[in-house]
């Protein structure tokens, strides 16, 4: 079983980047097709962005195509999520979680969230 801890949230003006990182352990890591997540305030969880392995495969929601980039880091047991011109309705706690497929229809393979990483977009 993967296990996983996000970073990198905090608060950022709209326009503005940051760079999330999900550190995972566990020997399948490499094979495992992973996604972000996030969930606002009043919300249901979404998906983000997903991505396959080894990483040629990705998929991002509507609302971040364009903007957001997923990649991983085998090597190092890493998924990061680059986020560029962030806007107030990107302010959200962000997870990350192995997934079914990275392909829709996106199940995550966990119930167990952890606490995540809050992004906090300043309009």
């Known amino acids: 079983q993967v296990q996983l801890v996000e970073s990198g949230g905090g608060l950022v003006q709209a326009g503005g980047s940051l760079r999330l990182s999900c550190a995972a352990s566990?020997?399948?890591?490499?094979?495992?097709?992973m996604g972000w997540f996030r969930q606002a305030p009043g919300k249901e969880r979404e998906v983000v962005a997903t991505i396959g392995f080894p990483g040629r495969y990705t998929y991002y929601a509507d609302s971040v195509k364009g903007r957001f980039t997923i990649s991983r880091d085998n090597a190092k047991n890493t998924v990061y999520l680059q986020m560029n011109s962030l806007k107030s309705e990107d302010t959200a706690v962000y997870y990350c979680?192995?997934?079914?497929?990275?392909?829709?229809?996106?199940?995550?393979?966990?119930?167990?969230w952890g606490q995540g990483t809050q992004v906090t977009v300043s309009s």
């Open positions: 979680a192995a997934v079914v497929s990275a392909a829709p229809p996106i199940k995550a393979r966990t119930t167990d």
């Open positions: 566990g020997r399948t890591f490499s094979s495992t097709p």
